[in-house]
């Protein structure tokens, strides 16, 4: 399976009384996906479903996911990809998708780092996800522990 981790884009700062979940993207976070993922899709990004955190500036980034990849199905809200969410949660919800051959996950930090270092079966290792980079893990089996390849990464700094 192809695993492509997403973080969102850049939000705007909350304003006084608004929810940290109600935050939304700005007009240059949404350009800096536009970007990323203009370039993944010209390297064969195709995802066959499409996850998201439930905040906002989440689940924007994977309507614009779904739109630049051309992607006809719909986004679909997981608990599992909230910021402070475990990598082995996030892993035992990837392991039920049995049916997808390719799936994007667009979330936060800092499970967004943490999750690849788990999927690639070093926990320990640090991975630098910018706002609005792309990851992709290919993992061949589903196995109780992760065992993934890094095949590339995407930052809007290398999509310019």
Same mark, same amino acid.
């Given at each position: @399976?192809?695993?492509?981790?997403? /973080?969102?884009?850049?939000?705007?700062?909350? /304003?006084?009384?608004?929810?940290?979940?109600?935050?939304? *993207?700005?007009?240059?976070?949404?350009?800096?996906?536009?970007?990323?993922?203009r370039r993944?899709?010209?390297?064969?990004?195709?995802?066959?479903?499409?996850? #998201?955190?439930?905040?906002?500036? &989440?689940?924007?980034?994977?309507?614009?996911? *779904?739109?630049?990849?051309?992607?006809?199905? =719909?986004?679909?809200? +997981?608990h599992a990809?909230?910021?402070?969410? #475990?990598?082995?949660?996030? +892993?035992?919800?990837?392991?039920?998708?049995?049916?997808? #051959?390719?799936?994007?996950?667009?979330?936060?930090?800092?499970?967004?780092?943490? $999750? $690849?270092?788990?999927?690639?079966? #070093?926990? &320990?290792?640090? %991975?630098? @996800?910018? =706002? &609005?980079?792309? %990851?992709? %893990?290919? !993992?061949? /089996?589903?196995?109780?522990?992760? /065992?993934?390849?890094?095949? +590339? @990464? *995407?930052?809007?700094?290398? !999509?310019?």
């Amino acid at each position: @399976m192809q695993i492509y981790l997403l /973080r969102h884009g850049t939000a705007e700062e909350a /304003r006084t009384g608004q929810a940290d979940a109600d935050r939304a *993207l700005t007009q240059e976070g949404q350009d800096k996906l536009r970007r990323v993922l203009r370039r993944a899709k010209a390297a064969g990004a195709r995802p066959s479903s499409i996850f #998201s955190s439930p905040l906002r500036r &989440a689940l924007e980034t994977a309507a614009i996911a *779904l739109e630049v990849l051309e992607h006809t199905g =719909k986004v679909i809200e +997981w608990h599992a990809l909230v910021p402070q969410a #475990s990598p082995e949660d996030l +892993w035992q919800e990837i392991r039920q998708r049995t049916g997808d #051959s390719a799936i994007l996950l667009a979330s936060h930090e800092p499970l967004m780092s943490t $999750a $690849a270092a788990h999927l690639l079966g #070093s926990p &320990a290792l640090q %991975v630098d @996800m910018k =706002k &609005a980079a792309l %990851v992709r %893990v290919d !993992c061949e /089996r589903l196995g109780r522990d992760p /065992r993934g390849v890094l095949k +590339w @990464m *995407l930052t809007p700094g290398v !999509c310019e």
